[in-house]
C-alpha cells in the first residue's frame, strides 16, 4: 500500500510541469468550492434564523406600538407604556432590532397623520432613537450617513438642523439629496432656498420627490418664483417650471415669457406647456412670430397649448397647418376647429366634417 | 346598538390595520380584515356588512374592483369609504363615479376616520 | 496505427484552442468581480430609497405596458389582472392580440366589459392592419385596459403597433404571461428619472424562472426548486448572466441585449429607430443595438441601465424540445443581429459598444459554440489518430469542470447575500447539485441547440418561429 502511494508521489514528480501545475489548480479549485460550500450552508442557516427573527420581532413591535398608542388614551396604563419605551430603548442597542422598530414605526406613521402621528414621533424621543441617529450623521460611511438623513426627516426631527446643515457640501449626491428632501420636508419653501445655490443637476427623480413632499401640505406660503425662473442651473427652471404650473404662479409671467426664447429647448418646451395653464395671451404672439424657425417639439407644444389658447382672429391661421406633416399638429389643428373631439383616454369622435376638408381615415380612425 | 355593526376593511398594511381595528373595536364595532382585494370581496359576500373601508391600490383586485363588485354585482347600497394617496385624485373620482360615499387620502387622521364612520352609518 | 499530423499543426491548433479557453475564463473573472462591485454598490444605493413619491405623484412619468399576446386565451384573463394592479398612477396596459386564432378577444370582453373604441392612432410603424379595431372598458375599474385586436404578424409586428398606440413617454414591452411584481415598474423607471448628464434610453429587467413557483391571484406567494433537470439547469444559468454578467455590462456601459421579457424604453428612441426589426427572430437584441448605434451615431450621451432585482417571473421551457427550440431561435437572433450591424463591429467609432460589447459578443456569444465543436472534432481527430496525451487532456477536462462548478457556487452565494429567493431548506443542496450536475448534463443540449441554429440559418432559410407551449402559471 505504502508502496503504491509512494509510487505515485514519484511518478508525480517526475511527470511534466503543466501536469504538475494543473494538478496544484484542481487541488486549489477543490479546497475553494470545498470552503465555498461549507461558507454557503453556514449563510444560508444564518440567513434563515434571521428571517425567524425579523419575523418574530416585527410582530412583537408591531403589537408593542399598538399597544403603547392604546394606552394612550388611558392616564392609567402609563406604567405599561414606560415598559414599552424601556423595552423599546433596549431592543434597539441591536443594529437588526433597531431597523425592524424603525420600520414599525415609520410603516404607521407614514398612513397617519394627527395626534396618533405625533405619539410615534413623540414615541421615537423616548426611546433614544433619534440620539443614534444624530450621532450617526458623523460616521463616515456615506450610505449610513444618508440613511440617517432619511430617517431624521421621516420622523420630522427639526432639532437635527444644525447638525445636518454643515453635510450640505457632501460629496455623494445621495447625501446631498437627502439633506435637500429634510429641508423641504421640514421648512416647505423655506427649505427650497438651496435652490438659489444650487450648482448640480437636480435630477427628475429629485424633483418629483420635492415636489411630493410639498404636496402633502395644504395652505402653504408661496414665495415669488422668478428668480429661480432665472437661474443659471437649467434643472431648477424646469423644476421651478413644474413649481409654477401647481401652485399657479401667475405673477411669474414676465420670467415666463422670457424663457420662450431660452436657450435649452426643453425648457422653451416645458415653457410653452405652461402658456395655457397661467392663460398668457402674450405669449402667443411671440411665438408664431417665428414658430416655424423653432423646433418641431416646439410647434407641436405651441398647436397644443392653441387647443386651449386660440382666439377667433388665430383660425385662419391655425387651419392653414389642417394638412400639416405631423400626427400631433393636425389633430390640434383638427380639435381647435371642432372638427374632433378627442377624450382623455385618447378616444375620438367626429364632429362635423368641413366641406374643403375631409378627415383622413387612415391616419386618425382605427377601423 | 352598535354592537351587531360590522365593518369590513380591506388594507395590505397590517399595522394600520390593527390600529384601526383597536379603535373601531372600542367604539363597539365589529371589524373584519382583509389583506387584499380578493379577499375583501369574500368577506363581503360572506358577512354582509354595514359599511366597507378599502384602499385604492391593493394587490390583485383594485378598491375600485371591490367598489364595482359590490356595487353592480352585488347591488348592495353599503357605505364605502376609500383610502387614497396623494396624487391619486382620478382614481379617487373613478371611486366616486363607481359608487363610493367617501374618501379618506393618506395619511389621515384615525380619529377623523371614526367620526366619518359615525355620522355614515347613522 | 499513428498518422503523423505535422507536429506544427498541432501545436496552431493547441495555442488557439488554449487560448480561446484561457480569454473565455479571463472574462468570466473579470465580469464577475466588476459585478461584485456594483452590486455592492447598488445595494447600498438602494437602501434608502423612497418609492413612495414616485408611486403617488401625479407627474411621475406615462408608462405603457406593452403586452403581445399570441393564442393565450388560457390564462390571458388572469394575466391581465395581473398587469393591471401595477403600483404606479400613471401607466396603461395595451394588450396587442396578434391575430389570435383562438378566443382570447373573446374573454377579455366578457371579463372586462369592453366596447369597441374609435382610438386617435399614430401610425408611426408600418404594421399588419387591425383586425376588429381598439376596445376599452365601459368600467372605471378597468380604465387603464386597452385591447388591440389586429392581423397576426409576430411579436415584433405586434410590438410595434403597440409603439403607434401608446401616448405614453415610456414603454415596457413584456411577454404576457410574465409574472411582474407590483412594484416593477416604480423600479425600472427610475434610472430613467435619476439620469442628469446622460440619456437613458432603454433599462433591462431581470427574468427568474417560476416553474414549480405558487402563484395565486397575480401574486406569486411561494418559490420552489422545480424538480425538472432542464429548469433546474436554466435557474442556475440565469442565476450566473444576470447577477455576475450584466451587472457588470451594466457598469460598462455595453448592455447588448434587453430581455424581451421585460424591458423598458424610451418610445420617442424607439420610434426614432422604427420600433422592432419584423424580420429577425431576436428582435429584442436588435432594436437594442440599433438604439446604441442611433445614439452613437448621433454623439449623444446615453445609457442603457440595468435593475438586478427579481422583478419578472416567467416559465421556462421543460421539455428538451421546446429548450432546444428556444435556444436554436436565440442563437439565430444573435446571428442576425451581429450581422445586420456589423459595421459597429470592432470599430473605434462606436466606443465601447463597437471595440468591448461587439467583439465580446461575436466571440464568446456568436462564435463559442462553434470554437467548442471544431475543438470535439480536433480531439476525435486526436484520438483516431492516436496523438492524445491522455493525462493532460483529462486533467485539464477537470481543472475546466471544476472551475465552472465553482463559478456556479460563487453565482449561488451571491444570489444568497444580494436577493435570497430560494430560502428553503434543502435549496441550498439542489443548487449545489445542480452546479455539479449541469455542466455535464445540461451543456450538451445547449451546445446542440447552438449548432442546430446556425445550421438552421444558414441551410434552413424556411425555420422562422419556435413554437413555445405554454403550460400555464396560474394554479388556482
Not at chain 3, 436554466?234 to 460598462?252: D, P, T
Request: net charge neutral.
Amino acid at each position: 500500500m505504502s508502496d503504491l502511494i509512494q509510487n505515485s508521489i514519484d511518478a508525480f514528480q517526475n511527470s511534466h510541469p503543466i501536469i504538475q501545475f494543473c494538478a496544484y489548480v484542481s487541488f486549489l479549485f477543490m479546497a475553494i468550492i470545498m470552503g465555498l460550500m461549507i461558507y454557503l450552508k453556514s449563510l444560508r442557516s444564518r440567513l434563515r434564523i434571521k428571517g425567524r427573527i425579523e419575523a418574530t420581532y416585527k410582530k412583537k413591535y408591531e403589537a408593542d406600538l399598538i399597544e403603547y398608542l392604546y394606552a394612550d388614551d388611558d392616564p392609567e396604563n402609563n406604567e405599561q407604556q414606560q415598559k414599552i419605551i424601556a423595552y423599546l430603548a433596549k431592543s434597539s442597542h441591536n443594529r437588526l432590532k433597531r431597523k425592524l422598530i424603525i420600520n414599525t414605526f415609520l410603516k404607521l406613521k407614514n398612513e397617519i397623520s394627527g395626534e396618533t402621528a405625533d405619539a410615534i414621533q413623540n414615541l421615537y424621543y423616548k426611546t433614544g432613537l433619534i440620539n443614534s441617529a444624530t450621532s450617526t450623521l458623523k460616521s463616515k460611511k456615506w450610505d449610513a450617513v444618508a440613511r440617517s438623513v432619511r430617517e431624521l426627516t421621516q420622523f420630522e426631527i427639526k432639532e437635527a438642523h444644525d447638525e445636518i446643515i454643515p453635510l450640505i457640501n457632501h460629496p455623494k449626491k445621495e447625501v446631498r439629496n437627502e439633506i435637500q428632501k429634510y429641508l423641504v420636508k421640514l421648512f416647505r419653501f423655506d427649505g427650497l432656498e438651496f435652490l438659489d445655490v444650487l450648482e448640480s443637476n437636480l435630477s427628475e427623480w429629485d424633483q418629483i420627490q420635492l415636489l411630493e413632499i410639498l404636496n402633502k401640505f395644504n395652505n402653504l406660503e408661496i414665495p415669488d418664483m422668478s428668480k429661480w425662473l432665472l437661474s443659471k442651473n437649467d434643472s431648477v427652471v424646469l423644476f421651478t417650471l413644474k413649481l409654477a404650473r401647481i401652485y399657479n404662479q401667475y405673477e411669474a409671467q414676465e420670467a415666463i415669457k422670457s424663457l420662450l426664447n431660452h436657450t435649452n429647448t426643453e425648457i422653451r418646451i416645458e415653457a410653452i406647456n405652461i402658456v395655457n395653464h397661467l392663460g398668457i395671451f402674450e405669449a402667443v404672439e411671440i411665438i408664431k412670430t417665428d414658430l416655424f424657425s423653432r423646433c418641431l417639439e416646439e410647434q407641436i407644444a405651441f398647436f397644443k397649448m392653441m387647443e386651449e389658447m386660440a382666439m377667433p382672429d388665430d383660425i385662419p391661421f391655425i387651419k392653414e397647418h389642417i394638412q400639416h406633416e405631423n400626427f400631433y399638429i393636425r389633430v390640434s389643428v383638427m380639435k381647435i376647429m371642432n372638427l374632433i373631439t378627442v377624450d382623455t383616454d385618447n378616444t375620438f369622435k367626429v364632429n362635423t366634417i368641413t366641406p374643403d376638408f375631409s378627415i383622413d381615415k387612415d391616419l386618425t380612425i382605427a377601423s | 346598538m352598535n354592537l351587531s355593526k360590522k365593518i369590513v376593511l380591506a388594507e395590505d398594511n397590517s399595522i394600520l390595520s390593527k390600529l384601526l381595528q383597536f379603535k373601531l373595536e372600542k367604539e363597539g364595532y365589529q371589524l373584519l380584515i382583509a389583506t387584499n382585494g380578493k379577499e375583501a370581496v369574500n368577506l363581503i359576500e360572506d358577512n354582509r356588512p354595514d359599511m366597507i373601508l378599502t384602499d385604492i391600490m391593493m394587490p390583485f383586485i383594485s378598491g375600485l374592483e371591490v367598489i364595482s363588485h359590490v356595487r353592480n354585482k352585488l347591488e348592495m347600497k353599503t357605505p364605502i369609504v376609500v383610502f387614497s394617496s396623494a396624487g391619486q385624485e382620478e382614481m379617487v373620482l373613478n371611486a366616486f363615479n363607481l359608487g363610493a360615499n367617501d374618501f379618506m387620502s393618506k395619511p389621515f387622521s384615525p380619529n377623523e376616520l371614526v367620526i366619518r364612520i359615525k355620522r355614515l352609518l347613522q | 496505427m499513428t498518422l503523423n499530423i505535422p507536429q506544427q499543426l498541432i501545436d496552431i491548433f493547441d495555442y488557439f484552442f488554449f487560448g480561446f479557453a484561457i480569454a473565455a475564463i479571463l472574462s468570466y473573472i473579470i465580469l464577475a468581480i466588476i459585478s461584485a462591485f456594483e452590486t455592492v454598490n447598488y445595494m447600498k444605493k438602494n437602501s434608502f430609497v423612497n418609492y413612495s413619491n414616485i408611486l403617488s405623484s401625479s407627474i411621475s412619468p406615462s408608462i405603457s405596458i406593452i403586452a403581445p399576446a399570441y393564442n393565450e386565451s388560457l390564462n390571458i384573463v388572469e394575466n391581465v389582472r395581473s398587469l393591471l394592479s401595477n403600483h404606479y398612477v400613471n401607466y396603461d396596459v395595451i394588450i396587442v392580440n396578434d391575430g389570435s386564432k383562438d378566443d382570447s378577444l373573446e374573454k377579455l370582453i366578457v371579463a372586462y366589459d369592453l366596447v369597441k373604441v374609435d382610438y386617435l392612432i399614430n401610425y408611426q410603424i408600418e404594421t399588419k392592419p387591425l383586425r376588429q379595431g381598439v376596445f376599452k372598458s365601459t368600467n372605471p375599474a378597468f380604465e387603464k385596459l386597452i385591447v388591440v385586436d389586429k392581423e397576426n404578424g409576430g411579436k415584433a409586428d405586434a410590438l410595434n403597433l403597440g409603439l403607434n398606440i401608446s401616448t405614453n413617454k415610456y414603454v415596457a414591452c413584456i411577454d404576457v404571461d410574465c409574472l411582474l411584481l407590483e412594484d416593477s415598474l416604480q423600479k425600472m423607471v427610475k434610472p430613467f428619472l435619476e439620469a442628469t448628464d446622460e440619456k437613458v434610453i432603454a433599462a433591462g429587467g431581470v427574468i427568474r424562472i417560476a416553474n414549480s413557483c405558487t402563484i395565486k391571484d397575480g401574486k406569486l406567494l411561494d418559490i420552489n426548486f422545480p424538480k425538472n433537470r432542464i429548469v433546474r439547469g436554466q435557474i442556475l444559468e440565469y442565476l450566473r448572466a444576470f447577477l455576475l454578467g450584466r451587472m457588470a455590462w451594466s457598469k460598462l456601459n455595453g448592455l447588448l441585449v434587453i430581455s424581451g421579457a421585460f424591458g423598458l424604453f424610451d418610445k420617442k428612441i424607439a420610434l426614432e429607430v422604427g420600433g422592432y426589426d419584423t424580420k429577425t427572430v431576436g428582435e429584442d437584441m436588435e432594436i437594442i443595438v440599433r438604439m446604441r448605434r442611433h445614439m452613437e451615431e448621433k454623439k449623444v450621451k446615453y445609457r442603457v441601465a440595468y435593475i438586478p432585482d427579481p422583478l419578472c417571473w416567467t416559465e421556462a421551457p421543460d421539455t428538451y424540445k421546446i429548450f432546444i427550440s428556444q435556444r436554436n431561435r436565440w442563437t439565430r437572433g444573435t446571428i442576425e443581429t451581429l450581422k445586420k450591424h456589423k459595421k459597429i463591429g470592432f470599430n473605434p467609432k462606436y466606443h465601447a459598444l463597437g471595440t468591448i460589447s461587439y467583439p465580446y459578443w461575436f466571440l464568446f456569444e456568436r462564435a463559442a459554440p462553434i470554437v467548442e465543436i471544431l475543438g470535439l472534432f480536433y480531439f476525435s481527430l486526436l484520438i483516431v489518430t492516436n496523438n492524445v496525451l491522455w493525462d493532460y487532456a483529462l486533467l485539464f477536462l477537470f481543472v475546466a469542470y471544476l472551475f465552472t462548478v465553482m463559478f456556479s457556487i460563487i453565482t449561488i452565494i451571491t444570489e444568497e447575500l444580494t436577493y435570497h429567493q430560494y430560502r428553503k431548506k434543502g435549496m441550498g443542496l439542489q443548487l449545489i447539485k445542480t452546479a455539479f450536475t449541469e455542466p455535464i448534463l445540461n451543456h450538451p443540449f445547449i451546445l446542440y441547440a447552438a449548432l442546430k441554429g446556425n445550421f438552421d440559418y444558414y441551410f434552413n432559410k424556411k425555420i422562422k418561429w419556435g413554437e413555445m407551449t405554454r403550460k400555464g402559471m396560474t394554479t388556482n
